[in-house]
């Protein structure tokens, strides 16, 4: 047996929308890949003796026969393979329990899939289920334990805490979104601009002034000491020389502890003497350089959480103690209470278990006792000075008793030292009382409360004191999301992703958007390359200034590691056309509509999925969803649109020349078809088809139909806003055609829009991803043979095929097409382009399929500032007109619309090397 592969899934996914967290786990079985269960002599019986727990798990709803009873009926190895990784978690404490088995397209390989709480966790239980079912097919022995204890360790490491985990669930509760953005406790709650951060249970909307105030203890001491709340008589001190006078001020009983510490470290309690003194005095040290000695207070020990300054829980606490019982000694003792199973080594359960530290054995030597004492019959024992949960000791909840007197006490407190969470620890000898200078006091304050003993106190009533937690981060029920716009399709995705980017922005939100060829921010890349997958949409959603996400949505980063987000509030389905079949178990464009399937599904139930209802694939997939529909088609008499909108359903279309948005039967005109730029005056299909999607996204965003009409008007095709999709170059004698089109559906559009250019050589500068199939890539060259007149073959990315299987599959496409096709192979693409450009024939249209995008329009847009050095400068009489220059095939420059839009230029660049628009110097 061999692991191919494991990925780590984080967000919805192929496998399941509602599961987010899963391995996928590709596995070769080799001779074992057809081997039932039940075909291996004595393999029930070993599993069942090995991993007796798995009985109870059930492969389906009708399975009440338990998993043995499967397993000896006969099950593949991988779907028991799946149940053992499921389970090892479990044993471990990881609750996991959904999971898939399929078969791959590679003989002999499985899809094993199952969710995770912990990634690593779920990494180790993947490997070793696997060596696991080897070991017992082969009847070898296997040490389990082993295994379980390495679990532990993980889940010890990277589990989150009581308090943190709490808030989470809380969260969840609210629909508000969570990443986890460390190993430990650091979690970004919401999306963008409406994002919190917490630790534990600091928050990024906590003072780091008033942290730091209540980390020195002193300090605090004397800041609310002047306002008149009660705080033990107590001194700083830093040499054993200052104890004397410390101790004839204060007098004795005293508490000696380090100025800065926390989890009752260094605290010494009840010192009586001068040489227990000296000895507490030293330990205090270890923690801090200063050290505090003040008062003893009588009293027990409470502690008051106070969450947006005011009160919502109170706890009684009781310090880690042992009972005697006249028999066990006190290791003993401590022993019987840690069998309890609701204490755990850490934070993972609601108590801690007991351990004999230095403050246990200091206790002991006060009272000449060691871990081998008996204690007698009825004698309590208290092992910690502290009464830490952290450190063994136990709660009640005592909030429904607290004097009103006590409660406003401890928010003024919060108030005073500007805290919106934090925990008082407060002695008093009666709570139901008011608390002054004789009858309690304010021990310390603590920035970072923990929430386990309120949340699950030895005794009293349980607080959800994370709903508060919730309700001050995210006041009036918000849920911290931002708009997110999911697109995804074969084609059209970057354009449309674009467009829709750019509409938002000229409202005025601060959007960012993810592309194939980067990520923006505000107006500005900050990421170049393929960021169409989920690690770029978590850059978008992670930055405090975005209020609004566009997120194009590739087939590789949803089978590599599912979506980037939970939920969108748009998702958009351009089309599902013939695209990377035959990669990833991909092999029919039913599959691949499957994976984009998984956008629309995540759509928030009261957004919009906007469909392609020209697409069948795509149409189809409102059957499975459960959120609003909207549809889009170029046939304003499509009978899906009308029936959909016969119910009151929403839709854009082209009727007589324009956009139209419908609803229900009423009816909005956007825009003539040949007053967007973006269109080519009509000649180009494949973007009015992009046009439509984006105008309801907008729409359903609360856009006007009026600021979307306007953004339509002024949204160019050009290397700024839509780099390598249908950037024209326009040069003196030829004009050059960059566009990123790579299959099947692209060279269709692209068909389309060349059928409208009328030039005497039309060359064609192509290539495809060598991961293609053999009949994808002759079905491009036939393409590419009926368009153009000369061919220039270039190579880009080599997978699977080298560079002369691509020429040769592409050769035969061509000669099928038109034999008389002139082809010349040059493998470098900028040589390519190189080539293309000097021998440029006049009135010639060159295509350019670029792969590096950046580096092409860099290129071409040098090589055009050469041919136009002289740099000529219209004046403003020799700006063309809009119709003019929509007339022209559709051919133009940007700079040109947006001067011919403006009355108010002044001087206009005619040598057109430039075709980046300043959108801050846009003239409205």
Request: aromatic share 6%; charged share 25%.
């Amino acid at each position: 047996m061999d692991i191919i592969d494991i990925r780590i899934l984080r967000g919805p996914n192929y496998w399941s929308n509602y599961r987010k967290k899963l391995i996928h786990m590709r596995l070769d079985l080799g001779n074992s890949a057809e081997t039932s269960s039940n075909e291996i002599p004595g393999f029930p019986e070993r599993l069942e003796k090995f991993m007796p727990s798995l009985n109870s798990h059930r492969c389906s709803e009708q399975d009440e026969g338990g998993f043995f009873h499967r397993v000896r009926t006969g099950t593949l190895l991988g779907h028991v393979i799946e149940h053992v990784a499921l389970e090892l978690q479990s044993l471990a404490g990881m609750e996991c329990g959904f999971g898939r088995t399929r078969s791959a397209n590679g003989k002999g390989c499985y899809h094993v899939v199952f969710d995770y709480e912990i990634e690593k966790a779920g990494i180790y239980a993947a490997k070793a289920a696997v060596r696991i079912i080897e070991s017992l097919r082969d009847d070898l022995p296997y040490d389990l334990e082993s295994d379980l204890i390495e679990l532990n360790k993980i889940a010890f490491r990277e589990s989150l805490g009581p308090s943190t985990s709490a808030i989470i669930k809380e969260a969840q509760k609210k629909d508000i979104p969570f990443r986890r953005l460390d190993n430990r406790s650091l979690i970004m709650l919401g999306h963008g601009i409406n994002q919190k951060k917490i630790r534990a249970t600091i928050f990024s909307t906590t003072s780091s002034i008033a942290v730091e105030t209540v980390s020195d203890k002193e300090l605090t001491r004397k800041l609310l000491s002047d306002q008149c709340i009660p705080f033990p008589k107590g001194v700083v001190l830093e040499g054993e020389d200052e104890l004397i006078s410390a101790i004839e001020e204060i007098g004795f009983s005293v508490v000696i502890k380090p100025n800065n510490g926390n989890h009752g470290r260094g605290i010494t309690t009840c010192v009586n003497s001068y040489k227990d003194v000296i000895e507490a005095f030293r330990i205090a040290k270890t923690v801090s350089d200063e050290v505090i000695i003040e008062k003893h207070i009588e009293g027990s020990d409470y502690r008051f959480l106070l969450i947006n300054y005011k009160l919502v829980a109170v706890s009684k606490r009781l310090p880690a103690m042992v009972k005697g019982d006249g028999i066990s000694s006190i290791q003993k003792l401590i022993d019987n209470v840690n069998l309890d199973p609701h204490r755990g080594l850490h934070h993972e359960k609601i108590l801690t278990r007991i351990t004999v530290d230095e403050n246990t054995m200091n206790i002991l030597k006060r009272k000449n006792l060691t871990v081998n004492s008996i204690l007698p019959e009825g004698q309590v024992l208290n092992l910690k000075y502290t009464a830490n949960i952290s450190s063994g000791g136990t709660a009640a909840d005592v909030t429904a008793i607290v004097h009103p007197h006590n409660v406003a006490l401890a928010e003024r407190i919060a108030r005073l030292i500007e805290l919106n969470i934090c925990g008082l620890d407060i002695i008093a000898k009666d709570i139901t009382i008011p608390i002054d200078e004789n009858t309690g006091a304010l021990l310390e304050i603590n920035a970072s409360p923990g929430l386990r003993m309120h949340l699950s106190p030895s005794e009293g009533v349980r607080r959800n004191v994370a709903s508060p937690i919730i309700e001050m981060l995210f006041p009036d029920n918000a849920d911290g999301r931002i708009p997110i716009v999911a697109v995804t399709g074969t084609n059209g995705k970057t354009t449309v992703t674009r467009l829709i980017a750019y509409i938002a922005r000229a409202v005025e939100y601060v959007v960012g958007f993810t592309t194939t060829d980067g990520i923006y921010i505000d107006g500005k890349i900050i990421g170049r390359g393929d960021c169409s997958g989920p690690e770029s949409a978590g850059v978008i959603l992670r930055d405090s200034k975005v209020d609004f996400a566009v997120l194009e949505c590739a087939r590789g980063g949803i089978l590599r590691a599912g979506l980037g987000f939970d939920k969108c509030s748009v998702s958009i389905v351009t089309n599902v056309t013939s695209d990377h079949l035959g990669l990833k178990d991909i092999e029919t464009i039913e599959d691949l509509a499957h994976v984009k399937s998984v956008v629309p599904k995540s759509t928030i139930d009261n957004g919009y999925a906007i469909l392609n209802a020209d697409d069948d694939l795509v149409y189809n997939m409102k059957e499975d969803l459960d959120c609003n529909v909207g549809l889009f088609s170029v046939d304003a008499d499509n009978e899906r649109i009308r029936e959909h909108c016969s119910k009151g359903g929403l839709a854009a279309i082209t009727e007589n020349n324009c956009f139209v948005i419908c609803k229900g039967n009423s009816k909005i005109k956007i825009a003539e078809i040949t007053e967007v730029p973006l269109t080519f005056s009509g000649a180009s299909e494949c973007n009015i088809k992009n046009v439509l999607p984006s105008i309801l996204a907008s729409y359903v965003n609360n856009i006007s139909p009026q600021q979307i009409t306007q953004c339509l008007k002024t949204f160019i095709p050009s290397p700024e806003f839509t780099p390598g999709r249908m950037n024209l170059f326009r040069f003196k004698k030829f004009k050059v055609l960059l566009d990123y089109a790579h299959n099947e559906g692209a060279y269709l559009e692209l068909k389309k829009y060349m059928d409208h250019i009328s030039a005497i050589v039309k060359v064609g500068v192509i290539s495809v991803p060598g991961d293609r199939r053999d009949g994808d890539l002759r079905k491009l060259g036939f393409y590419a043979g009926q368009i153009f007149n000369e061919i220039i073959i270039k190579h880009d990315i080599v997978r699977t095929k080298n560079n002369q299987q691509i020429t040769d599959l592409l050769t035969e496409g061509i000669r099928e097409a038109n034999e008389g096709v002139k082809t010349r192979v040059i493998s470098n693409e900028s040589n390519a382009v190189k080539y293309a450009l000097e021998n440029a024939k006049e009135d010639s249209f060159i295509f350019v399929c670029a792969n590096d995008v950046t580096n092409v329009i860099q290129q071409v847009t040098e090589a055009l500032k050469i041919e136009n050095e002289a740099g000529k400068i219209h004046s403003l009489n020799e700006i063309p007109s809009v119709n003019e220059i929509l007339s022209d095939n559709g051919m133009f420059s940007d700079n040109e619309i947006q001067l011919a839009m403006s009355k108010k230029a002044n001087s206009y660049l005619a040598d057109n090397s430039s075709y980046w628009v300043d959108v801050s110097r846009r003239i409205e």
